[in-house]
């Protein structure tokens, strides 16, 4: 499967971070054959029609909608290129994260390695305009540097983000609320890293030297679900990935993934989803997700 990389931009500032409009994205990124990358992705579709397969989802794409892409996440495009247009908002993490001095900052925007709710947000015309218009200004800066372009750049980034952040929250009622830690944000990005060989929740509250009680208020507060529901989400998903995407048996994925056994992996996956690995298998094929 492909990989496209992020390649740094003739921009006049060396940032991981670049605004391409429909023209210089390229037809031959809205393809039908699944790939990833290794940057994030915000997609906002000025016009449009069809759907992208992300994470296991459907999206329908419309006109004003937004489309959140974490990277390495597997997409695949169905697309009717007729008259569509759009803008991509591109960036990698670690300069985001050191951009704004918060490296949790891409797991503290909701809709970035969103499990369960939907990866994309449909916007009202005003204020889809006004992001357009942002962006537009962004991609400037980025061609013609100024003393203080960096400065003009922070903040109308983060604008962009923390706002459609506050849009998507209230639309599923997530808490976008300070707090004195940042546990929950802390155990989602920690998921990322080590779902294939840690699976319990005591390995995650050791290496956050917090309680099990602590971790779920925090994880309660932030995502809506527990720790333990967070836990089974990712592991989830990391199983449908290997199923769909690798040519693995299930002996290997179960071993990949520390699974004492191959019975235990497939209970997992039925209890989960209500499907045995086969029979989900077989819905895909048949172009039904779940």
């Given at each position: 499967m492909k990989t496209?990389?992020?390649?740094k931009t003739e921009c006049g500032v060396d940032f991981l971070l670049n605004v391409l409009p429909y023209k210089e994205i390229g037809?031959?990124?809205?393809?039908?054959?699944?790939?990833?990358?290794?940057?994030?992705?915000?997609?906002?579709?000025?016009s449009g029609s069809g759907s992208i397969e992300l994470n296991h989802q459907s999206i329908q794409v419309k006109k004003n909608s937004v489309?959140?892409?974490?990277?390495?996440?597997?997409?695949?495009?169905?697309?009717?290129?007729k008259n569509l247009d759009?803008?991509?908002?591109?960036?990698?993490?670690?300069?985001?994260?050191?951009?704004?001095?918060?490296?949790?900052?891409?797991?503290?925007?909701?809709?970035?390695?969103?499990?369960?709710?939907?990866?994309?947000?449909?916007?009202?015309?005003?204020?889809?305009k006004t992001y357009c218009e942002q962006l537009t200004e962004i991609k400037t800066e980025l061609l013609a540097t100024k003393a203080d372009s960096v400065h003009i750049i922070r903040s109308l980034l983060y604008y962009i983000l923390q706002k459609i952040n506050r849009q998507y929250a209230e639309k599923h009622h997530l808490s976008i609320e300070n707090s004195a830690n940042n546990y929950?944000?802390?155990?989602?990005?920690?998921?990322?890293?080590?779902i294939?060989?840690?699976?319990?929740?005591?390995?995650?509250?050791?290496i956050l030297n917090i309680s099990r009680i602590t971790l779920n208020k925090a994880v309660?507060?932030?995502?809506?679900?527990?720790?333990?529901?967070?836990?089974?989400q990712r592991l989830l998903l990391e199983?449908?990935?290997?199923?769909?995407?690798?040519n693995k048996t299930i002996q290997e994925i179960a071993y990949e993934l520390n699974f004492s056994e191959p019975n235990h992996l497939m209970r997992f996956f039925k209890s989960q989803t209500g499907k045995t690995t086969t029979e989900f298998l077989e819905s895909y094929q048949n172009g039904i997700l779940s």
């Open positions: 496209i990389k992020f390649h037809e031959n990124y809205f393809t039908d054959e699944t790939f990833n990358t290794d940057f994030f992705e915000i997609i906002f579709f000025k489309i959140f892409i974490s990277p390495f996440q597997k997409r695949k495009w169905n697309l009717v290129k759009c803008t991509m908002l591109a960036f990698q993490e670690d300069f985001l994260n050191d951009f704004f001095a918060d490296k949790l900052f891409t797991f503290k925007l909701l809709y970035f390695y969103q499990l369960e709710l939907p990866l994309v947000l449909e916007i009202e015309e005003i204020s889809f929950g944000f802390d155990f989602k990005r920690l998921l990322e890293i080590h294939k060989e840690k699976q319990r929740i005591s390995d995650y509250t050791e309660k507060e932030k995502f809506n679900v527990t720790a333990t529901t967070l836990l089974k199983i449908k990935n290997l199923l769909i995407h690798s």
